[in-house]
């Protein structure tokens, strides 16, 4: 018999596969001026612009949307490289592309056996309309960032004890997995077994380890 009755799961980079769509949010945006590198190096900077303003609302125990978030980093990336294009809409394709995003190979398989085993939940440090909607198929229940006005990482932890109280659960009851610190870290503060889904064979940067590091759901599936 498992010792976890719930099974929370992170969306992006552990359940489906964003990097598929950087040509088609990039390529409307550069236009002509658009090229594999260019949309690589811009996604990167767009992406730290992400993470270091949401770290700068956190400290400040304040809260921004993730269209927030991101309107002001292609606002800050266009303005540095000459880039002619309104942030808003930016944002828009950007949220169209999340949901088109592709399921990895293990997905299905794995969403299958959990839900039939285990209660599941998603707990996303996004706005509800990123997210792609084959969630719907399963009966699973949904923790967005938008929704609690707080982050997986931030002090109040909010995010973590909402998926606790939900459940009933003692925090020893409920694996999180995740691929970012922020899954990791989030979850280890709440007393949430954690593990680290780590794809792309990265190393770990951080004094808090996961409980558990895993390089698929498969192998994950293997430890509940």
């Known amino acids: 018999m498992s010792r976890y009755s719930v099974v929370s799961l992170d969306m992006f980079q552990t359940l489906v596969n964003i990097e598929g769509r950087r040509e088609h949010v990039w390529r409307p945006i550069l236009n002509h001026d658009y090229s594999e590198e260019r949309a690589l190096e811009l996604g990167r900077l767009l992406l730290r612009s992400y993470y270091e303003t949401a770290a700068e609302v956190r400290e400040k125990g304040s809260f921004w949307t993730s269209k927030e978030i991101y309107s002001s980093g292609f606002r800050q ?56 909607e084959f969630y719907r198929n399963y009966p699973v229940t949904l923790f967005t960032s938008e ?67 895993v390089a698929s759901l498969d192998e994950c599936y293997g430890l509940l």
């Open 147 to 213: 929704k609690y006005k707080s982050y997986k990482n931030d002090s109040r932890n909010l995010m973590f004890h909402e998926v606790i109280t939900h459940y009933g659960a003692a925090p020893e009851q409920i694996i999180h997995i995740g691929d970012t610190p922020s899954d990791v870290l989030g979850a280890a503060r709440a007393g949430i077994t954690s593990c680290w889904i780590n794809r792309s064979g990265a190393c770990w940067e951080h004094t808090v380890k996961p409980d558990y590091t």
């Open 77 to 132: 990336v266009f303005r540095e490289h000459g880039v002619d294009f309104d942030d808003r809409q930016a944002v828009d394709i950007l949220f169209a592309q999340h949901r088109l995003s592709a399921l990895y190979e293990d997905t299905e398989r794995f969403m299958e056996k959990v839900c039939r085993e285990f209660q599941v939940c998603i707990v996303s440090d996004t706005d509800t309309l990123m997210l792609p």
